[in-house]
């Protein structure tokens, strides 16, 4: 809902964007190619070492309903078909989602979108599912919320987080209880007001079972109007850098680069190329 909390997933991605999106260091390839009738097709390739990985990505749309097809280089197909909208009153969202040949991968997800809150729930189909519900309440500028897992096959949870969340429309704060509550987690973004749109972002992650503190920080800013530059530090002695450009319109040139002035064996930088076209 436009004034409602957004989902529990939500809850820091301002800052995970900022800092660890579309870093790649391998050579990645995409080719979109959208269509009026509804049908878009997606073909996408990666080579990582020695190995190369693709897909190939069909997406329908028809009214609310969407249909998501991907086959791999292994030859295996995962269907998603999505419902939109299906209450007047409130916004609301299911999926019924299942990979080929993996006959237990059947899952059916729920969401809902209250003025007040924001729900998600998922139960695989299959004999032992695992559940799996989140909620986030509060409104668009302050929210809370919680996510369980629960897996049937051993009866334990295998996922249980929290975290609340402060948003205003230059800066963004959060505060997540994560990895089963062996974490906690701290995250900033920063939106600067200059014509280069600089954005800064900061997350501090502690282990409470050993004490340990990891510290990330990163920036982004526009070096023209069509070339992004970010960088990210962090306290592990790793330095990144991305330069992101349109070269057309919808598509996107993207150089990774990480240094890593701790590593002792091997080369300590890495390097990456991502190309992604859509006539």
């Known amino acids: ?4 909390p957004a989902p529990f997933s939500e809850i820091g991605k301002r800052a995970r964007d900022l800092l660890y999106k579309d870093y790649n260091f391998d050579h990645k390839f995409s080719l979109s190619i959208p269509s ?15 190995f190369f990985v693709g897909d190939l990505n ?37 999926a019924l989602s299942f990979n080929i040949p993996d006959h237990k991968s059947g899952k059916l997800d729920v969401q809902y979108l209250h003025p007040h809150a924001a729900i998600d729930s998922g139960i695989g189909l299959n004999p032992a599912p695992k559940l799996e519900l989140s ?36 800066f963004s704060a959060t505060l997540m209880r994560a990895d089963k509550g062996q974490s906690l987690k701290a995250s ?24 340990e503190n990891r510290f990330t920080f990163g920036t982004s800013q526009s070096i023209d109007p069509k070339t992004v530059l970010k960088t990210r530090f962090s306290d592990d002695g790793k330095a990144a850098f991305q330069c992101q450009r349109a070269w057309r319109p919808n598509s996107l040139i993207t150089l990774s680069a990480e240094y890593d002035s701790k ?17």
Do not use: C, Q, W
Not at 36 to 50: H, I, N, Q
């Open 1 to 4: 809902m436009a004034n409602g």
């Open 36 to 50: 009026s009738t509804g049908l878009g097709l997606t073909a996408t390739g990666l080579k990582r070492d020695k």
């Open 58 to 94: 069909t997406l329908y749309k028809s009214g609310n309903v969407t249909v998501d097809v991907k086959v791999n280089t292994d030859s295996n197909v995962s269907t998603k078909v999505t419902l939109n909208d299906v209450s007047l009153s409130h916004s609301k969202k299911v």
């Open 135 to 170: 909620a986030a309440i509060g409104s668009k500028d302050i929210s809370m919320g919680a996510e369980v897992g629960f897996d049937t096959t051993s009866a334990s949870f295998s996922t249980y987080n929290a975290g609340i969340a402060f948003n205003k429309p230059d």
């Open 188 to 211: 900033y973004i920063h939106y600067v007001d200059r014509p280069d749109g600089l954005t800064v972002a900061a997350e501090l992650a502690h282990k409470l079972s050993s004490s």
């Open 263 to 279: 590593k002792i064996i091997g080369s300590p930088a890495k390097f990456g190329l991502a190309l992604s076209l859509k006539p």
